[in-house]
């Protein structure tokens, strides 16, 4: 009897309602330990999480058990309650309303892993507006600017 083999490489963005840059580096470790939890509660394998003051990236390995989307909601809803429970952010926290999920070759994993830990120095050289549309651009994804993230330059 044959066996079904899978490996699907998933890189998750979304941001800040708004684009706050609320998430401080004094706490963000915590929060992207937090969410490597979420992940691999759910089943899945998740090789990095990062991101920088205004919005967070994921990698990982998508074991197709549930919905990208189911998943995405539980991670944000998770995250917002863990924010608010420790207090990290003074009042209401929310996140962005969309994300952008790209997919990658089991052989760029470590090009990835790499570009997502080095967000820091990353957006010491541009925007995560700029960044952003270069993933839509790259993946050749087609959109309209009214259905992007809100963003505020």
Not at 51 to 74: M, P, S, T
Not at 100 to 107: A, E, Q, T, V
Request: with cysteine; aromatic share 18%.
């Amino acid at each position: 009897m044959a066996n079904t083999y899978k490996r699907i490489l998933l890189h998750l963005v979304f941001a800040v309602k708004n684009r706050e840059a609320v998430l401080d580096k004094s706490w963000r470790p915590k929060l992207f330990e937090y969410i490597h939890g979420i992940v691999y509660q759910r089943g899945h394998f998740c090789y990095a999480v990062n991101g920088y003051y205004d919005h967070l990236h994921i990698f990982f390995d998508y074991k197709a058990h549930e919905l990208i989307q189911d998943l995405v909601r539980e991670i944000k809803k998770s995250s917002s309650a863990f924010i608010k429970e420790n207090s990290f952010v003074k009042g209401k926290f929310e996140w962005q309303s969309g994300y952008g999920i790209f997919s990658h070759g089991y052989n760029n994993k470590d090009t990835v892993i790499k570009y997502i830990l080095n967000q820091e120095q990353h957006h010491s050289k541009g925007s995560f507006r700029k960044e952003y549309m270069d993933f839509l651009s790259k993946n050749e994804i087609e959109f309209k600017d009214e259905y992007v993230f809100t963003f505020f330059e």
